[in-house]
């Protein structure tokens, strides 16, 4: 089995976040603080660009099992992409509340924080965060 190549890392967010782009970095730097206050975790790097705070453990019915952020985020270039977990569909009503955004499966790509509304942002990070819990694949399979 592969090694998972995000994981924890002993590089400081802060400073991840000053080598950004100019545009990048007050939006990280304020996205990386809401993180924090929601989630009461401190950041921690996950590989080379995700900005993770707390973790949880999972196993999928094929064997392969590891541990992830339980939300986070990552500057890219086209957007912020907030990696929430959570089953964003379940999320419609506040998602329809959050202002300009695009979403993934389970992320959500936002070009700047000044197109959303923040309160719903904290919201959705609250809930992400807090479904975020251990899971083994196997018990969920019918």
């Known amino acids: 089995m592969p090694e998972n190549k995000t994981k924890p890392t002993e590089q400081a967010p802060e400073e991840f976040i000053r080598d950004l782009p100019g545009g990048k970095k007050a939006d990280a730097l304020a996205l990386m603080r809401l993180m924090a206050e929601v989630t009461g975790e401190a950041p921690v790097m996950w590989g080379g ?46 998602l329809e509340a959050l202002g300009k955004h695009s979403r993934g499966k389970g992320c959500l790509y936002i070009k700047r924080l000044s197109d959303i509304d923040e309160k719903v942002l904290r919201l959705l990070v609250k809930k992400a965060y807090e479904e975020a819990t251990d899971f083994d694949a196997r018990e969920a399979v019918g």
């Open 49 to 94: 660009s995700l900005v993770g705070f707390g973790k949880y453990r999972y196993r999928y019915a094929s064997g392969h099992t590891g541990e992830s952020a339980r939300v986070g985020f990552s500057p890219r270039k086209q957007a912020l992409t907030l990696y929430l977990g959570y089953s964003l569909e379940a999320l419609e009503k506040e």
